[in-house]
C-alpha cells in the first residue's frame, strides 16, 4: 500500500525510489554533463577539454562583441547581422555552461570574459 511522502510525493513502503536530484549549489566534480549530455565524457582529459572549449568561447564572446563595432566602417548590413547573432548565440551557448553550476566552469568562463576585456576593449588591439 502506497502511502503520501514529504511534500505530497507517493511513498513506496521506505524503499527509496531512483531520483535524479537537482543541485541548487555550486560543486567541483570532473565527471558533469557541461552542454548535453555525454559531453565531454568521463575522465580528467574530457573535463580539461571542457573547460577549455569553454574558455575559448568566453574569449570569442568578447571578441565578436568588439566586433560589433564595426558598424562606423564600411561593412555591409548583413554581415553586421550575422556579427551580431553569433555573438548572441556564443554568448547564450557560455550560460548554458554556466548552468552546469560546477565551479571549474565557472572560474574559465570568468577568466575567458577577462582576458578577452582585456585584449578587445582595454586598448591592446588599436582601431
Not at 524503499?15 to 566534480?29: C, E, Y
Not at 568566453?58 to 564600411?74: C, I
Not at 557560455?94 to 570568468?110: D, E, P, Q, R, T
Request: glycine share 12%; aromatic share 14%; proline share 3%.
Amino acid at each position: 500500500m502506497e502511502t503520501g511522502g514529504p511534500n505530497g510525493a507517493a511513498s513506496t513502503g521506505g524503499q527509496a525510489s531512483p531520483m535524479k536530484i537537482l543541485r541548487m549549489t555550486f560543486f567541483w566534480r570532473k565527471e558533469e554533463h557541461t552542454l548535453f549530455h555525454g559531453w565531454p565524457g568521463e575522465g580528467l582529459c574530457s573535463y580539461v577539454l571542457a573547460l577549455v572549449a569553454v574558455f575559448f568561447a568566453s574569449v570569442a564572446v568578447g571578441a565578436l562583441g568588439w566586433s560589433t563595432r564595426f558598424d562606423e566602417w564600411a561593412v555591409p548590413w548583413l554581415a553586421l547581422t550575422v556579427l551580431h547573432a553569433s555573438w548572441v548565440g556564443l554568448a547564450y551557448l557560455v550560460v548554458l555552461a554556466l548552468v552546469s553550476l560546477n565551479v571549474g566552469v565557472f572560474i574559465v568562463a570568468l577568466a575567458g570574459h577577462a582576458f578577452g576585456f582585456l585584449v578587445f576593449y582595454s586598448g591592446l588591439i588599436r582601431d
